[in-house]
């Protein structure tokens, strides 16, 4: 069965320390995967994103993700964590074709961060 | 660009009665998609539409829940009569029509059925 598994519900960091966000996925084949954030009475925005290439992708806010396809791994990584990335982050993947419709999220995780 | 705009914000019915969630998706954008959030569960695919056309719509729980996106443009999720299962929070999505852009998703309604 498809499905996408963050370990971790809730992570509390200080600020200023660095943050490692784990998700593990099952799937059939290698499929396109995102990371989402969603901040207090915001929609979820989209922090980065694999499609193929380079497995060490680039995304906003100063995160990054590393693409293991051994793992079947997609864990997003952050040096040093603002106060503002407090909120609760998904990971996803999707079909790499017929466009990648049809997302599937894991529970989340939310991030706390101590000042 | 605007985004992707949903409404009501936040919906508290009663069980048994009928709410009407409303979607407008980015102007272009041909693909529609809902998504659902029970209770800090994942959030789950209902069902996807390009233009005014039902895609996908495996994820629809039942028969209670209509989407309908009449004209291509907005699109409505009607959910009657709603059960108490039914609380979460309703995502819309929506995409350029070659899809790899990424979607782009709303704030969310988030729906109290008591």
């Known amino acids: 069965a498809q499905s996408v598994t963050q370990p971790d519900i809730h992570i509390t960091v200080s600020e200023g320390a660095s943050l490692e966000l784990r998700c593990n996925y099952s799937?059939?084949?290698?499929?396109?995967l995102f990371w989402y954030v969603q901040s207090p009475g915001q929609g979820l925005q989209l922090l980065l994103k694999?499609?193929?290439?380079?497995?060490l992708v680039q995304g906003i806010k100063g995160f990054e993700a590393e693409f293991k396809r051994s793992q079947s791994s997609f864990n997003l990584r952050k040096p040093s964590v603002h106060w503002s990335d407090a909120a609760e982050y998904f990971c996803?993947?999707?079909?790499?074709?017929?466009?990648?419709?049809?997302?599937?999220f894991g529970a989340g995780t939310r991030l706390a961060v101590h000042p | 660009e605007a985004g992707v705009t949903q409404f009501p914000s936040h919906s508290v019915i009663e069980k048994g009665q009928t709410v009407t969630l409303r979607c407008d998706p980015i102007?272009?954008?041909?693909?529609l998609y809902w998504y659902r959030r029970v209770m800090g569960k994942e959030i789950k695919f209902l069902l996807h539409?390009?233009?005014?056309?039902?895609?996908?719509e495996s994820g629809m729980p039942n028969n209670r829940f209509l989407a309908e996106r009449t004209g291509g443009t907005y699109s409505t999720l009607k959910v009657q009569p709603a059960e108490l299962e039914d609380s979460g929070v309703y995502f819309c999505?929506?995409?350029?029509?070659?899809?790899?852009?990424?979607?782009?998703f709303g704030s969310g309604t988030r729906l109290t059925v008591v």
């Open positions: 999505a929506s995409s350029h029509p070659s899809g790899r852009g990424g979607y782009t």
């Open positions: 799937y059939g084949a290698t499929p396109y």
């Open positions: 694999y499609f193929s290439g380079d497995t």
């Open positions: 996803a993947v999707g079909p790499t074709s017929g466009g990648y419709n049809k997302l599937i």
């Open positions: 102007s272009g954008h041909d693909n």
């Open positions: 539409f390009v233009k005014e056309s039902k895609q996908d």
